[in-house]
């Protein structure tokens, strides 16, 4: 379903927008702090943007589909620099005090000024045709573990194994150049449980007693992310007679898969027969969320989104972006699940974990 330019707020969550609901998980500042001096979280988290500079810039270099792309890529360097340095001396400038959505906001604003719209796109194609010659195997491989809480867990380890492809993260994008990244040795890998937050067996008590009737997940990465993480995951709840509607953003940031650009990956994934390895997606739904930036406010999302997801009885947001570093603490009147990897070191002290530590929140809604 196309979007339309209009945004309304997210029908499922409990509290008032007007109130309430604070997309941002991490508070750079206080109320007591002085609004003319930025605070140490504030330069911290600012610094943290400042380190991606470079990889960024080097996407951008690299961007075949623009003119000059070195050039620009330099004025993108130096003006959002700039920026983030304004903003270290007055934290109320460019729309300040900064929190994680302004400051991605302000990147994908100057990127957009100097003329670039996707720096990320050839490798996330690249990525994309990877995984989708690996998702038969991978599903030929859960759907063999004949346990159902078992298959459960493996399709969980996949999404987090999945989201470790995230160029946002300037060390993350440091070691998929350098390595690249194997899907089924990140799924292997992963920290051992117990998890930073880790309600996965709780959650598997309702997966065998429970069923929902609809889904809405909020979807994050191009490649192993969505193919071989998350549409296994969506797989399974389809299987399962689950309604599932997935949320991709209008416009690229990062490396996270667009709206458009899901729609042409499940279509390649189906099979002759128009399924998903034998599972039928009639019931598989992709909407576009309205949203432009690797985090999400909530506040506002498409009217297309808010229409499928009225009458949904869970939501899953998925990534550090929307599921950890904003939305962490946002209630819904619906069960619902945050899912992703820590993948900053500031996100891993905030929440007493590791870095590359998982995040699986799961909250039940009494009927």
Known sequence: MESSSEMVPFPLLTTPIESNYRACTIPYR???????LPTPSEISWINVYVSSIPSFKKRAESDETVPDAKGRAEKFAQRYGEILEDLKTDPESHGGPPDVILLCRLREQVL???GFRDVFKKVKDEENAKAISLFPAVINLNDAIEDSEDRLETLVRGIFAGNIFDLGAAQ?????SKDGLSFLASRQNLVPRPWVIDDLETFKLKWTNKSWKKAIIFVDNSGADIILGILPFARELLRRGTQVVLAANDLPSINDVTYTELVEIVSKLKDENGQLMGVDITN?????????????????VSQELAYLASDAD????????RGIETNLYAQFNCDSINIGLVKHPEVAQFLGGRLYDCVFKYKEVSS
Do not use: K
């Open 30 to 36: 206080f109320p007591s702090d002085n609004p003319n």
């Open 112 to 114: 957009r000024e100097v």
């Open 172 to 176: 993350l994008a440091e070691v998929f």
């Open 284 to 300: 598989l739904f992709i909407v576009n969320s309205g949203n432009d930036l690797p985090v999400i406010d909530l506040s506002r």
């Open 314 to 321: 869970l939501v899953i947001m998925e990534g550090n972006g």
